[in-house]
């Protein structure tokens, strides 16, 4: 299984970034799905997640600026990104949890390799 993210970049503050993360490989299923973010000297957190079915959560660090969406047809993520400050500059990652085979009903945590977002004051 392989996840790979683009759409990272440098911007300036208040401007917005779509990042998307496309996944490949042995997908059987793809259950949740989720951004992550990770600043310099910090824990890696939680941005946004969202379910199969469609069901979102934020941090609240960005809710009501960032949206979080899937095409599950396509096995791909996308995150927009709008009114960005120099805090959200961070390296973001995407994770899926994935059922690689049919006879095996366990979901397995899969990371994408990262993609930097810079946002300038």
């Known amino acids: 299984v392989q996840l790979v993210e683009s759409g990272g970049g440098l911007v300036q503050a208040g401007g917005s970034l779509r990042l998307s993360c496309a996944a490949s490989?042995?997908?059987?299923?793809?259950?949740?799905m989720g951004w992550y973010r990770q600043a310099p000297g910090k824990q890696r957190e939680s941005v946004a997640v969202?379910?199969?079915?469609?069901?979102?959560n934020y941090a609240d660090s960005v809710k009501g600026r960032f949206t979080i969406s899937r095409d599950n047809a396509k096995n791909t993520m996308y995150l927009q990104m709008n009114s960005l400050k120099p805090e959200d500059t961070a390296v973001y990652y995407c994770?899926?949890?994935?059922?690689?085979?049919?006879?095996?009903?366990?979901?397995?945590?899969?990371w994408g390799q990262g993609t930097q977002v810079t946002v300038s004051s």
């Open positions: 994770n899926a949890e994935v059922r690689t085979t049919w006879f095996s009903a366990s979901y397995y945590p899969y």
């Open positions: 490989g042995s997908l059987f299923s793809i259950n949740s």
């Open positions: 969202i379910s199969s079915g469609g069901v979102s």
